[in-house]
């Protein structure tokens, strides 16, 4: 099994690529039509969510970097 990687692109979607499945909240899986990449939205105005179709030109801005989040409370 492929380790899966997420990127967070500037000013636009996440990108994920690798062995993933997608499912919807009742468990059902998006058919991705063999794909192993895909690109989903992170602005709200995809027409075709949770994919990315580009909806984010010159409307979303997000500087992406990495950062630590806090420990985990227990």
Known sequence: MS????????NGS???DGD???VDKNGKEY?????????LCRCG???N???CDG??????EHEAE??????KKV
């Open 49 to 51: 969510k949770p994919f």
């Open 31 to 39: 058919d991705l039509g063999g794909r192993n990449k895909v690109s």
């Open 66 to 71: 990495a950062f630590d989040l806090p420990p």
């Open 3 to 10: 380790k899966t990687k997420i990127t967070v692109n500037n």
């Open 55 to 60: 909806s984010h030109r010159n409307h979303f």
């Open 45 to 47: 105005l995809s027409g």
């Open 20 to 22: 993933f499945q997608i």
């Open 14 to 16: 996440l990108i994920i």
